[in-house]
């Protein structure tokens, strides 16, 4: 599997005990490039984000 920058970087913050800032690029990158993402998708990132 090929990484694109987004992924990297996401992980490179995840790695750095940064998951509230890979949760903020995750956000900009749907807001911004418009991604559709389903029901189940919403639930299991606002789901995780409470855990962080």
Same mark, same amino acid.
């Given at each position: 599997? @090929?990484?694109?920058? +987004?992924?990297?970087?996401?992980?490179?913050?995840?790695?750095? &005990?940064?998951?509230?800032?890979? +949760?903020?690029?995750?956000?900009?990158?749907?807001?911004?490039?418009? @991604?559709?993402?389903?029901?189940?998708?919403?639930?299991?990132?606002?789901?995780?984000?409470? &855990? @962080?």
């Amino acid at each position: 599997m @090929v990484r694109t920058s +987004f992924d990297q970087r996401a992980l490179d913050y995840i790695q750095s &005990n940064e998951e509230p800032l890979a +949760f903020e690029i995750l956000c900009d990158h749907i807001s911004e490039y418009k @991604v559709a993402i389903t029901p189940e998708e919403y639930e299991r990132i606002y789901t995780g984000y409470d &855990n @962080v």
